[in-house]
């Protein structure tokens, strides 16, 4: 069998979809200081455009893409291991090594391109639930719920914390995530205008964070959770397109009325607060648990466009995005360092926000093209292709 007759289009499609929209949050996590990313206040103007266009980010792709690309890895998850057994080979020994790699991968985009990687955090995550994938769909669904909860009650429980912690600890460890002072913004500009290692300075620490006690308090708990949704929703035959529309209607109808409105009511209750830093704990609750349903909805447009054969040209350059999510994803980081980082253009905190959109639309008219052409030629992208011959410890074929 070829690769391709072996994949999931569904899988694929919505692979490419969700590495293409990760994008559009991604940017300002490379464009502007951290804390931009949490509090749209932090930095930047949020006037006029720019303004509609964080809000729209914020409401569409926020938490949303996430959600959706780690309910399909928890899918790839049972998939991998499903066709193992099928090859009657070491299952936990192929799924473990795997991720051994993986997370080596994720260090190494980590610690020397982009504090925001993901991949690190997937690996943890594919090392400790693995023993529950073969749970029932109820089970992991529910499952999915307690792990979705134990980071909402962590933020909660701390928000109600917070006036009882010495105001010199909130500032020091706590208030430079969500408002940085003017020295320690420069301080963040300097690095990551300045050249490669001088941007470690930054980097190192940003990503010991994420990879620390960012991944303990609230990463772990929600790529785990939509992880397990994600499985059962495989199992189930949902994610991949297997289900009846009227399944996928009401999913999306879930995210139009009742996730779209929390996101939207926190940006409200948010904006109230004057983006204090309670706004960091209790009022980022509304778009955590909206995000959940609004990917469900994002899911549910791509899969009914996919039953009702809509947008052929489209979804086709999406399933070959999607094939190749890995090698794409670090591309991404490969050409937002060379606009926004030292060792390229430096533009790092110098692009309003819809200048970022302008280039996230450049970068997926890229990618939509140049995947296919490289799978005309190509079993594998090129890092799926390393990925896969590390996991197996031998060198795989990759010309067609």
């Known amino acids: ?10 899988l694929d499609v919505l692979r490419g979809f969700a590495v293409l929209g990760i994008l559009v949050m991604n940017i300002q996590a490379f464009s502007m200081p951290m804390a931009a990313y949490l509090n749209p206040t932090a930095y930047g103007s949020l006037e006029g455009v720019n303004g509609a266009v964080w809000a729209i980010s914020h409401l569409l792709t926020d938490q949303k893409m996430m959600g959706l690309f780690s309910m399909l890895f928890g899918a790839g998850i049972v998939l991998f291991c499903d066709r193992a057994e099928e090859k009657g080979t070491s299952v936990a020994g192929y799924h473990y090594r795997r991720n051994v790699w993986l997370l080596i991968f994720g260090m190494l985009h980590g610690y020397l391109l982009w504090h925001g990687d993901i991949l690190f955090l997937y690996a943890v995550c594919a090392f400790l639930i693995y023993p529950l994938r073969n749970k029932t769909t109820r089970t992991l669904v529910k499952l999915s719920l307690v792990f979705l909860s134990v980071s909402s009650v962590v933020y909660l429980l701390t928000a109600m914390g917070l006036p009882s912690l010495p105001p010199e600890e909130v500032a020091e460890e706590i208030l430079p995530m969500w408002q940085p002072t003017a020295e320690q913004i420069q301080s963040e500009l300097a690095a990551y205008q300045g050249n490669w290692v001088e941007q470690m300075a930054a980097r190192v620490p940003m990503t010991q964070e994420m990879q620390g006690l960012a991944l303990f ?42 996730g779209l409105p929390l996101a939207i009511y926190g940006i409200f209750w948010n904006s109230n607060n004057n983006w204090q830093l309670t706004s960091m704990f209790m009022g980022s609750q509304f778009n955590y648990w909206g995000s959940v349903l609004i990917s469900l909805g994002w899911m549910s447009v791509v899969l009914m466009l996919l039953k009702k054969q809509l947008l052929r040209r489209l979804t086709d350059r999406l399933a070959a ?6 090698t794409n994803y ?60 590390l996991t197996y410890w031998k060198l795989q074929p990759l010309r067609r």
């Open 217 to 258: 308090l609230w990463g772990f708990w929600r790529a785990s959770g939509m992880m397990l949704l994600g499985m059962a929703l495989y199992k189930s035959g949902i994610l991949t397109g297997k289900a009846d529309i009227a399944v996928y209607k009401r999913f999306l109808l879930l995210g139009l009325f009742i």
């Open 321 to 326: 995005t999607g094939r190749m999510a890995f």
């Open 1 to 10: 069998m070829q690769p391709s007759d072996q994949r999931i289009d569904a």
């Open 330 to 389: 670090i591309m991404q980081t490969v050409i937002c360092g060379l606009i926004f980082y030292g060792h390229g253009l430096g533009l790092f905190g110098q692009v309003e926000r819809w200048g970022q959109l302008l280039i996230v639309l450049g970068v997926w008219a890229l990618q939509l093209w140049w995947s296919p052409i490289w799978l005309r030629h190509f079993r594998f992208g090129p890092l799926e292709w390393l990925w896969r011959s």
